[in-house]
């Protein structure tokens, strides 16, 4: 009996310590792959929801909208133009280097000096540079005052990178390989496949309680939420909205959602003739049923945009997008024709040489809820008013490399845009001011007008925010007008979890997914 009994405890105890010390994994799924794990070369959701996880800024917008503190401690004004940030003491880099106040500099001069600069460079384009004060201190200098500074340190782009790392590495091994301080560690990358990443143990605000994140990239809408209910998965990103409430009723998942900052736009190249014509675009935005978008396709997953940046933003006006462009198919058949088109035996407007309206579309296609079936959607309303439109799809890397590039061979595209500071400045002065163009900036439609740069450079400099928020709705009032893009849909951030799953709150802003707090049952 002796003999029979110690095996026998002996695999009780076992299974008792391997479920004591069983590996928390959290399995996350999401429709794309990153471009790059580095913000030097990335700055959309799908590669900031990873490198967050790895690199830290100085501070953060929590879900509230409040700034908090990560590598700073505290901050303060030393002048106008002048922020001094104190840095958090006794921190290391995954690769056991010291985070101090050089750390903080490299990194924001590898953005701003680096020959193309850093992705996010045109978004911080303020900021002169940093200074180090001493090796716990620096300050942030901009280059006039500029109401929304602190903000700009904000931004989940602006995560400090281990200086050794990049230097050994190298910078186009670092984009695949990133070293931060943050709660977890860089372990692998499987394109299109999966990114894994492991507790960070001496994490200064203490050991995760996850072990270990998993990423795992499934395109197709349909296979993400089958793996969440097969349990493959514990955490699906852009999760079906005609799911949403079957699973809100069941208590084997969690649906955790936040109003955002996002707006979903079909922009015009304005480079392009065919779209050159205001009468042309007006007669788009005449052509789309906006509302129909919102209840039959995102069904929940999103509200229809009223500006060009989101409610929730500083600076945000209602352009009255509805009573100016409603839906109306035979206005814009008017339009049209007013542009010097005529609409041929075959539903198709021609012009003068009996050339079909034809617009090239580069849209995004997994990158934004929905964006695909949007895409189509538009399509077929274009059709009805006799305009062709051609869709490119290709995987989210090469849409938003075309997208970025100095010259655009598209009439349209379509894109989610995230207020990530929560200030109008991070998309207006980006997007709308004539020099700001791609690939150094963010003027994807090409928009110039005199007046808007002109507001947009004052509301940048004033430190009144009465008077930085009258400019901002004088902006949005011209691009009502000028309609440059149309803002089809505001984003509502959605995950849908298992239940046994704890700890996590959505974010507005999409590109923060805090997995700190995160633990598992």
Not at 371 to 395: K, W, Y
Request: aromatic share 10%; charged share 25%; net charge negative.
């Amino acid at each position: 009996m002796k003999t029979r009994f110690i095996p026998v405890l002996a695999l009780v105890l076992a299974l008792v310590m391997g479920a004591a010390f069983a590996q928390k994994t959290l399995t996350i799924v999401r429709p794309s792959d990153p471009v790059a794990l580095d913000p030097q070369l990335e700055t959309t959701a799908p590669g900031s929801w990873v490198y967050t996880q790895i690199l830290e800024p100085l501070v953060s917008v929590n879900q509230d909208m409040e700034v908090v503190p990560r590598l700073a401690t505290s901050w303060e004004f030393i002048d106008a133009t002048r922020l001094r940030f104190t840095l958090r003491e006794g921190v290391t880099f995954h690769d056991g280097t010291p985070f101090n106040a050089d750390a903080v500099k490299y990194t924001w001069d590898r953005a701003t000096n680096n020959d193309p600069p850093g992705r996010w460079r045109s978004l911080a384009s303020a900021v002169e540079g940093v200074e180090v004060v001493d090796e716990y201190t620096v300050d942030m200098v901009a280059k006039a005052e500029f109401g929304p500074l602190l903000l700009t340190a904000a931004m989940p782009f602006t995560g400090i990178v281990s200086p050794a790392a990049v230097e050994a590495l190298g910078s186009d091994a670092f984009t695949r390989a990133p070293v931060g301080t943050g709660p977890f560690k860089f372990v692998e990358w499987r394109a299109n496949d999966r990114i894994i990443l492991e507790a960070n143990d001496d994490y200064w605000r203490g050991r995760p309680a996850l072990d270990q994140v998993i990423f795992r990239t499934v395109p197709e809408e349909g296979a993400r939420m089958l793996s969440l209910r097969t349990g493959e998965a514990d955490m699906v990103l852009l999760p079906t909205p005609s799911d949403l409430p079957e699973l809100e009723a069941n208590p084997d998942f969690i649906v955790e959602g936040a109003p955002g900052v996002g707006i979903f736009y079909l922009a015009f190249n304005l480079d392009r003739p065919s779209v050159a014509d205001v009468r042309v675009r007006q007669a788009v935005a005449h052509a789309i049923d906006r509302q129909l978008i919102v209840d039959a396709i995102l069904e929940g997953g999103g509200v229809l945009a009223k500006s060009v940046i989101g409610e929730p933003v500083f600076g945000f006006k209602d352009m009255q997008l509805l009573e100016r462009y409603p839906y109306d198919p035979e206005r814009a058949v008017e339009l049209l024709e007013e542009a010097g088109y005529t609409r041929g035996s075959d539903g198709f407007m021609r012009d003068a040489d009996g050339n079909v309206l034809t617009l090239d579309a580069l849209p995004s296609n997994g990158r934004s809820l929905k964006d695909r079936e949007i895409a189509e959607t538009l399509q077929e309303f274009l059709r009805q008013v006799g305009i062709a439109m051609n869709l490119d799809f290709f995987e989210w890397a090469t849409t938003f490399t075309l997208m970025r590039g100095e010259t655009l061979e598209y009439d349209l595209n379509s894109f989610t845009w995230f207020t990530t500071t929560a200030d109008a400045d991070y998309t207006m002065y980006s997007n709308y001011v004539s020099t700001e163009l791609p690939p150094s900036s963010w003027n994807r439609w090409r928009y110039a007008n005199a007046d808007v740069d002109e507001w947009l450079k004052a509301a940048r400099a004033s430190l009144d925010p009465a008077e930085r928020a009258e400019l901002y709705g004088k902006v949005q009032d011209q691009l009502a007008v000028d309609l440059p893009a149309i803002p089809l849909y505001g984003s509502y951030e959605v995950a849908v979890l298992s239940a046994d799953v704890t700890g996590f709150v959505a974010h507005p802003i999409q590109y923060i997914l805090d997995l700190f707090p995160v633990d598992k049952e």
